[in-house]
Each structure stands twice: as C-alpha cells, then as structure tokens.
C-alpha cells in the first residue's frame, strides 16, 4: 500500500459526460501528479500539482482540468468526454517538487466511456 | 525517436532464473532513473531510484545506469513466480521538473 488514495475505482460513462477523479496524497506530500495509462500510449504525464499551485503540464487535453485543494487533496475533471479517454488514471504523490524524484502511485481509476 | 525505448516482451524464464530488464533514452539531460512493478490492473510501485551512473543493489533487484550509452538496466537474481509483473522503467531530469517519462513496459512472466 502505497499511502496514496484514488476514488473511484470505476467508472463507467458516456460520451459527452463530465467526470471527477479525486486524489489523496500520501501524509506530508506536498506535490501531486496525475498519468494516464492507455495501452497503445503507455504511462503519460498530464499535470502536476504542489502545494495548491499548478506546477507542470505535460499531454493534458484542453477538455481536462485539476485542482489541488489546501488539505491537499486534488481532483481530476474530464468533460465532454470520448471513446478514446478510456483509460487508467493514476494519481502519485512526491515529498517536494525539486529533489525528490520518488513518486508513489495511487491504484488508479478505470474509466470507460461508451 | 520517442525518448525512452523499452522493450514490451514478453519475457518468459523459469524460476530462479536471473532477468536482466532494459531501457533506452534519447535525453541527455536525464538525471534521476527509476524502476516501477506493475501488476495487472494495479497501481505502479517503486522498486528502484538512481540518481545519475552508477550500481544500486537492494535484495535480489540491481539497477544499473550507464549514462554514456544512455542505457539502464535492471536485474533480479532468483526470479521468483511473484515477480511476473509488468516492468516499467522511468526518468526525470531537474530541467523538466520532476515529471516522470515512462517506457511503455516489460512484461515478465516467471514460472515455476
């Protein structure tokens, strides 16, 4: 058990739909980080988060959105949804956002979208 | 050229076999190298974490970083049956924050 907390597990949707995925972080990890893994595409970094501010963006669609909350909680938006955002999402956690390269990953949350 | 190059396998070995697991990187800049196990349908976990070259041995799991070839390496001794798993290499460096880029992964079955 990593510490890091992902809900839901599932999710199932349709096309067109808004979803929310939400993050806890392992206790005293500031940054936050959100992946998408696809099979053709692997593990791709969307958007990292520290300490309530946006901190990196990496292949995130213009469709997605984030937050990080003060508790430090975090929360993935994904709206107008397509078949091809079906997908695992993983959200890891880091102490800092310089020198501390170890992310530990949450379970993840699968979504399939018909 | 995508920066990092990871074979998808499958690799098959027989218990107590000894796995050596590759990567390649095109990014120079590329400071900090981990090994992630995933296991089907779970969330990546961290093995292993190098900073720059060098050996880093833990238990039965050695990394290797050859940055002058651009080439890191991991090795499990005594291959066990729980190791069958997906394998994925990553790297960061200071320049790109402390975003990971991932290989697509290693799939690795044991047998006994």
């Known amino acids: 058990d990593s510490g890091v907390t992902q809900t839901p597990k599932h999710l199932i949707t349709a096309t067109g739909q808004r979803v929310t995925l939400r993050c806890s972080p392992r206790s005293g990890d500031l940054s936050v980080y959100w992946y998408q893994q696809s099979l053709d595409q692997g593990l791709q970094f969307l958007i990292q988060y520290y300490n309530g501010e946006e901190r990196a963006k990496g292949n995130i669609l213009e469709r997605f959105s984030a937050q990080q909350f003060p508790d430090l909680h975090s929360e993935l938006n994904l709206s107008s949804l397509e078949l091809g955002d079906s997908a695992l999402y993983f959200c890891?956690?880091?102490?800092?956002?310089?020198?501390?390269?170890?992310?530990?990953f949450g379970p993840g949350t699968r979504l399939t979208v018909t | 050229q995508k920066e990092v190059e990871q074979d998808p396998g499958p690799l098959s070995v027989p218990e107590g076999a000894i796995v050596s697991l590759n990567c390649t990187y095109s990014n120079s800049a590329f400071q900090y190298f981990m090994w992630y196990r995933q296991y089907s349908r779970k969330g990546p976990e961290l093995l292993m974490y190098?900073?720059?070259?060098g050996n880093k041995e833990d238990g039965r799991f050695t990394a290797q970083v050859d940055k002058s070839s651009k080439y890191i390496s991991l090795f499990i001794r005594d291959s066990q049956p729980s190791d069958s798993a997906t394998y994925l290499c990553?790297?960061?460096?200071?320049?790109?924050?402390?975003?990971?880029?991932f290989g697509k992964g290693t799939t690795l079955s044991v047998s006994s």
């Open positions: 890891a956690s880091s102490v800092a956002v310089v020198g501390s390269y170890e992310q530990y």
């Open positions: 990553a790297m960061s460096s200071p320049i790109a924050g402390t975003a990971l880029i």
């Open positions: 190098t900073y720059s070259s």
